[in-house]
């Protein structure tokens, strides 16, 4: 186990993007102790969700002092967190670009549970979505049937007791390497698989520039990128939060 430190796992999803939505959490705390959490609404976003899944397990956890390693699949919330927020707060909530960001009532509220606790107690790390990884499979289990709505059972109890091996933890967290085209427009000397947007929380593929540039230009907190093959395609989607099967 990760000696004196609480491990958490979190994930959010939503049918129809923006749909009826869910999110699942587990913490494991260094007593051995297993909770899982999980919650819906019925119309929202997977980036929502996933701030809403780590939300819940960090209010969880906030009596509880030490450290505290959350493991997501969403670079949306390890970089929105760890590196947008600083600039987000010096521009009084906008982009760079000028427009509102997207979420800002979840931002603010995780905000205020991370800046509440000790400097370097919490590690975010990230981990690939449905590979797997027992502590994201059923975080993501627990966010679909939250968002279908269907019933499904929580468990609270002993670590010795948990069916799922939750702590054989992924040995490379690192997030993806960024393309240089992420967010800028630009285009790269690589060929182009597809185009991909996001506009109101509505992602979309396109087969031609032109047309990604056409749904985008001039929509507030809009998100565009070019992806260099299917892979390429599915590693932005999920860094964004969505789902490649919804697009």
Known sequence: MHDSST??????AAKGNPGPGGWGAIIVTPDGHVTELGGGAPHTTNNRMELSGAIAALQHVADRPGPVVVYTDST????????????????E????????????????GLSSLTDARA????????????????????????AVAFALPRPIDLYDGP???YPRPVLQLPENTSLP?????????????????SYLSVVDDV????????ECEGRVKGRAGARFKKAASAADESAILRGWGIDPSRV
């Open 7 to 12: 491990v958490v796992f979190t994930d959010g």
């Open 177 to 193: 390497k960024r393309s240089p085209t992420s967010g800028s427009g630009a285009k790269s000397k690589a060929p182009a698989y």
């Open 203 to 210: 992602p979309m593929r396109h087969g031609t520039w032109a």
């Open 119 to 142: 400097r370097g107690e919490l590690d975010w790390r990230w981990v690939r979505g449905h590979v797997g990884t027992a502590g994201n499979e059923r975080c993501d289990e627990i």
């Open 93 to 108: 909530w906008k982009t760079a670009e000028g427009s509102d960001v997207l979420n800002r009532d979840l931002w603010e």
């Open 159 to 161: 670590l010795d007791s």
């Open 76 to 91: 949306y919330l390890i970089q929105g967190i760890t590196q947008w927020i600083w600039g987000w707060r010096r521009r």
